[in-house]
């Protein structure tokens, strides 16, 4: 295949079934997956008692209206999360994925500025290079170029910062100076558009597709909350990828010590069983809501739906019991030795970076310089393409560098992952890696 060959997506495999890290198509190809999908299950395939539990609420009532119902399921998942949460981060609507837990955060937070009679507060800030959903309000604030381009002009104004990003600074900015210069970039984005008009600031604690797993650098989400605080912006915390336990703590932010105002989680609280994704806030939020509206004014057909409620429940019991969220925090050395004994020696590895389960690795066409591979090689799918043709499930995506060109592939196992199936996992994506090299005639 000559390098400028378009990558179109063959045929895809139709898939057949699933058990613990590995997935089958129809044909039998056996497929081990080392990104949960799309960093999504977070429990793998055909976990019994989670399917149990489902079919056990099925059999019982499917859903329980919320204007007509609560339900154990509701409330005991509510429990759950509130007591990982901790704080006052604690009241929450149930919604059925990542895009509509973010919209309904920045509805919450639109609804509480007006419920305390500052309306005027309607503006979002967010970053570059970051992925909030794929409904118009998240897609207005999110700095995916290639997902956002067919829909410019119909998008809510935005106001877009620098990605926090170590390995790729701001133009004339030091590494070391990142956490800095990003906050102070926050603080005078609020004082150019006025904090009378700003509502909040919407950031992923670690960057997922957009950024190929990117932590922020340490300091940078304390100085963001007191910025936030100072301006009375709320600060809300996309932790759909990251979240729920995939950097070895249930909200990725805990380790930066910060607690947001909202919170947006999914993928991974509910492990792929189920469409399932929450918006939490704060006690103090919620008493605004309540006291002025009855409550929060953002809520769907199926928010609360009974059975998925019953799925998270089993998920986050089976975390708790296993302990599976240490276990990803303690085991991450192991996944990212494996990585870096992998990958370490091809030249064309830039970064491998991330927390947890939760890991990154950048393609570059120069480690000096860290000069991106021209993106018409498009090979971030051609490492996709390759790793399906080697039974590798991984998560590649393109444009953390500018939106156009750079290449990184995201590698997401499951909490309860074999070290055989971490092993199988590196072992598969080197092999990928080396071939899609090969195709453009880089090694
Ligand atoms: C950080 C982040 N926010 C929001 C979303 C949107 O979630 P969904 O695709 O479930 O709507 C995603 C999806 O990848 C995400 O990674």
Redesign the pocket.
């Given at each position: 295949m000559s390098p400028s060959t378009p990558i179109v997506s063959a045929a895809l495999p139709k898939v057949a079934y699933g058990k613990g890290g590995h997935v089958y198509d129809v044909d039998g190809k056996c497929y081990v997956d080392g990104s949960g999908g799309?960093?999504v299950y977070s429990l793998g395939y055909g976990n019994e008692e989670v399917i149990e539990a489902i079919h056990h609420q099925l059999t019982r009532v499917m859903h329980g209206y919320r204007h007509t119902f609560t339900s154990d399921p509701l409330e005991e998942l509510t429990a759950l999360i509130a007591e990982q949460c901790g704080a006052d981060l604690a009241q929450m609507v149930f919604v059925s994925?990542?895009?509509?837990?973010?919209e309904s955060a920045m509805k919450i937070a639109l609804q509480y500025h007006s419920a305390r009679g500052e309306e005027t507060r309607r503006r979002f800030i967010s970053r570059q290079r970051?992925?909030?959903?794929?409904?118009l309000g998240?897609l207005s604030i999110s700095g995916f170029k290639a997902r956002r381009e067919a829909y410019e002009g119909a998008l809510l104004p935005s106001c877009l910062l620098s990605p926090a990003n170590v390995y790729r600074p701001p133009a004339g900015v030091a590494s070391a100076d990142v956490a800095a210069f990003c906050a102070d970039e926050l603080e005078q984005a609020i004082l150019r558009l006025g904090a009378a008009r700003v509502a909040a600031f919407v950031f992923?604690p670690v960057?997922?597709?957009a950024g190929g797993v990117v932590p922020a650098p340490p300091g940078y989400a304390a100085r963001i909350r007191e910025i936030c605080d100072r301006y009375g912006v709320l600060m809300i915390a996309?932790?759909?990828?990251?979240g729920s336990g995939r950097t070895g703590t249930f909200r990725a932010l805990a380790h930066d010590g910060v607690t947001p105002d909202i919170m947006?989680i999914?993928?991974g609280l509910g492990g792929g069983y189920v469409p399932l994704?929450a918006t939490v806030y704060r006690r103090p939020i919620g008493e605004v809501l309540h006291a002025r509206h009855g409550g929060p004014q953002t809520a769907h057909t199926f928010t609360g739906h009974t059975a998925a409620c019953a799925a998270g429940v089993a998920v986050q019991k089976i975390m708790r019991r296993e302990g599976l969220f240490d276990h990803v925090r303690t085991n991450s050395q192991r996944l990212f030795g494996l990585l870096r004994a992998a990958l370490g020696a091809i030249v064309a590895v830039g970064d491998i970076r991330g927390r947890g389960y939760f890991a990154g690795i950048e393609l570059v066409a120069d480690r000096e310089t860290k000069q991106p591979f021209d993106p018409a090689h498009q090979l971030f799918l051609r490492v996709r393409q390759r790793s399906l043709a080697n039974g590798l499930i991984c998560y590649p995506s393109g444009g953390n560098v500018d939106g156009v060109a750079g290449d990184t592939i995201i590698i997401a196992p499951r909490y309860d992952s074999l070290d055989t199936e971490l092993v199988e996992i590196v072992e598969k994506l080197a092999l990928s890696i080396k071939e899609a090299l090969a195709q453009i005639g880089a090694s």
């Open positions: 799309p960093a994925g990542g895009s509509e837990a973010v970051s992925w909030h959903g794929n409904t998240a992923e960057v997922g597709a996309d932790e759909v990828m990251c947006a999914a993928k994704g």
